[in-house]
């Protein structure tokens, strides 16, 4: 991941620069939240605060790039010299990653000093917004898709290499299975899938050939790809390759289907592949997926053991960005409340209360200040004191089984594709609405 304090918008540096002159270095709290949730949502997914922890820690400013800033004659040598030696200082309150939310609650919570907390904006919101979109996504296709397999195929597709790593990160944690980045295996230790492109087949003269050459390379892994030319011939052509394999001591592991109606190719392939004592194999399928196609095969109890998702979820095709922001709450102990039409906030600094019914499900939440006392279990924790991390990073494991842990105890209703007709309530605690009114 970058690093650089460069990554940022200009005004950031702009605004550094003017709180240093005006002597503005008081403590500042600034959270992290989505105003709306986008259609069809019926709440969100909290991840990607490990990455934005780790940025926390190593944000600088290098000596190449204070070089250039300064030839551009915007900055004093006062505030290149702040640059030079920053680091970040200040506390963080979370919520834990893969834990559900909802519009207007602060996912994350920064309490620094305010040159350092606006300096971070830019990336913060980078890092959380594009993990959260996919993450929310991808849910979806867990939730439909049941216990059925699920793959990550979004690398080709996502919008640059680090979004790419960032969407297979966000998507296992939401309780995809596995993925096809290669890099995002090694970094995260995710399982990493893959079966042939259709260019394999062609660069030989017969599809039988171009399967035996395939098993016999990647004994361990053998999945083969059926609809080159003619899905259903391709499958009878594996029925009787398949014994010569078996004898060579290669195992076939399944077979993918990518194109055309997945779900009839699905039934006749399982029939040929049954019908020759393959019953092992599983069929895979992909192909322009998204939680509304699963969850379409799966109703149809098409004979489809897992699926391959990518475009449709890297790129969040139908909600393709949050309005989320990071706003100053409260400055030096005050509260601060931007007023601004259709974009109002909640001043003051705050915690998120989740009430659980006797079922052990979600039945509400409560948005209050922090410190007041309400019923529920506080959702953000100190996370980070004085830019030390206050636990280890969490295993993308331990977050993904959070996440099927979480899913479990949503209101039904919200688990579907469509909005719930009954929303989920986050009321307003007397104290935080005495606030807005005094303000």
Not at 72 to 84: C, I, P, Q, V
Not at 215 to 229: C, G, I, K, P, Q
Request: proline share 4%; hydrophobic share 40%.
């Amino acid at each position: 991941m970058i690093q650089s304090g460069f990554l940022t918008d200009l005004y950031e540096l702009l605004m550094v620069q003017a709180y240093l002159q005006s002597g503005l270095v008081g403590t500042a709290v600034f959270e992290f939240f989505c105003r709306n949730l986008p259609p069809n949502r019926n709440f969100l997914l909290a991840v990607g605060l490990e990455t934005v922890l780790d940025f926390l820690q190593e944000i600088h400013f290098e000596q190449e790039g204070l070089e250039w800033l300064e030839k551009t004659g915007r900055f004093s040598s006062e505030t290149l010299e702040y640059l030079r030696g920053f680091r970040f200082q200040g506390d963080v309150y979370a919520m834990d990653e893969g834990t559900p939310f909802f519009a207007q609650e602060p996912v994350v919570q920064v309490v620094a000093p305010l040159p350092q907390a606006q300096l971070i904006e830019s990336r913060l919101i980078n890092l959380l917004h594009y993990q959260i979109l996919v993450a929310s996504k991808a849910v979806r296709c867990r939730l439909v898709a049941k216990e059925k397999r699920l793959v990550e195929f979004g690398l080709r597709r996502a919008h640059g290499g680090e979004a790419a790593l960032l969407a297979a990160r966000a998507s296992y944690a939401a309780g995809f299975d596995a993925t096809s980045n290669v890099l995002a295996g090694r970094l995260y230790g995710i399982p990493i899938s893959g079966t042939m492109a259709h260019s394999f087949i062609l660069a030989h003269d017969r599809e039988e050939d171009a399967f035996m050459a395939f098993a016999r390379a990647n004994r361990s892994e053998v999945v083969f790809l059926l609809d080159t030319y003619d899905t259903e011939k391709a499958a009878q052509s594996l029925a009787k390759i398949g014994p010569l394999l078996t004898r060579e001591g290669i195992r076939i592991r399944g077979v993918r289907l990518d194109s055309g109606n997945l779900g009839e190719h699905a039934r006749r392939v399982r029939e040929i592949l049954d019908s020759a004592g393959f019953h092992h194999v599983e069929i895979f399928a992909s192909g322009n997926l998204d939680e509304h196609r699963v969850g379409e095969l799966v109703a149809q109890s098409a004979p489809i053991d897992g699926f391959g998702v990518g475009t449709a979820m890297d790129t969040s095709s139908d909600a393709p960005y949050l309005d989320c922001a990071y706003k100053l709450q409260e400055y030096e102990g005050k509260p601060r409340r931007k007023r601004s039409e259709g974009k109002e906030t909640w001043a003051g600094r705050k915690q998120v209360y989740r009430v659980w019914g006797r079922d052990g499900v979600a039945s509400k939440d409560i948005l209050a200040l922090a410190g007041e006392r309400v019923e529920g279990e506080p959702l953000l924790r100190p996370v980070m004191k004085d830019g030390k991390r206050l636990y280890a990073a969490r295993p993308l494991d331990e977050i993904r089984r959070n996440v099927l842990e979480q899913l479990d105890r949503l209101p039904e209703g919200l688990r579907e594709l469509t909005s719930s007709p009954i929303p989920y309530r986050v009321e307003i605690s007397p104290g935080l609405a005495s606030l807005q009114t005094h303000l």
